[in-house]
């Protein structure tokens, strides 16, 4: 594999899923941080070098720059065992994949960049009359993986894929965010799963 490099703001669980996934899979990661508070990802020299739409994470790989954490993270698994070899399961995998981003990123993770980097007394107009509607979904994501994980313990098959560390990146910070997880004891123990890996890593790592 060609090297790897990833540019990143490290507190962005977007950009821990990635790493995350690498510590899994034993493969090392140069970083590069970026204050994104002090629009780092928007300068001429990100937009033309990194990544054109002006975001954080972007994979790069050798010469290549891959943007958007699960791609990223996809193309880190890919053959491994993170990714199911069904092609039903791997499907799912990805439906999950593509639920993180839909309807649990923009809402448990929105909220948490709110409330520990803006300050909800510091949010527009819009972004204060959104307020009520990210909460409720953000509380209706919460509630279907905590149904999902019932009757078992993992999302897709029976140890952990790409779905799960997607969707851990940012629901085990969920309170940051304002969200309680003491109703969810599936997911709370989904977490204490995931954590309790041998391979891995904290968000602060």
């Known amino acids: 594999m060609a090297a790897l ?24 990661l140069e970083r590069r941080e970026y204050d994104i508070m002090q629009g780092e990802t928007r300068t001429p020299e990100f937009l033309a070098q990194v990544n054109a739409n002006g975001r954080i994470p972007t994979l790069q790989v050798g010469e290549d720059f891959l943007p ?3 791609a990223a993270c996809f193309y880190l698994a890919d053959g491994s065992d993170l990714i199911p070899h069904d092609r039903f399961e791997r499907a799912d ?11 649990h990123e923009p809402n448990v993770a929105t909220l ?18 959104n307020l009520p509607g990210k909460q409720a979904a ?38 940051d965010g304002g969200f309680s997880l003491q109703p969810y004891p599936n997911v709370r123990a989904w977490i204490d799963r995931v954590a309790a890996h041998p391979r891995h890593i904290p968000i602060t790592a």
């Open 5 to 28: 490099v990833l540019h990143e703001y490290a507190a962005s669980g977007n950009c821990y899923k990635i790493r995350l996934t690498a510590a899994h899979l034993g493969l090392p």
């Open 68 to 70: 958007e954490s699960n």
């Open 93 to 103: 995998m990805l439906r999950w994949l593509f639920w993180e981003q839909y309807n």
């Open 112 to 129: 948490r960049f709110w409330a520990k980097w803006v300050g909800f007394d510091q949010l527009s107009a819009v972004q204060q009359a």
């Open 138 to 175: 953000g509380e209706a994501a919460l509630a279907l993986m905590d149904e999902h994980l019932e009757a078992r313990d993992w999302f897709v098959i029976d140890r952990l894929t790409l779905a799960d560390i997607a969707l851990y990146a940012y629901t085990h910070v969920a309170e």
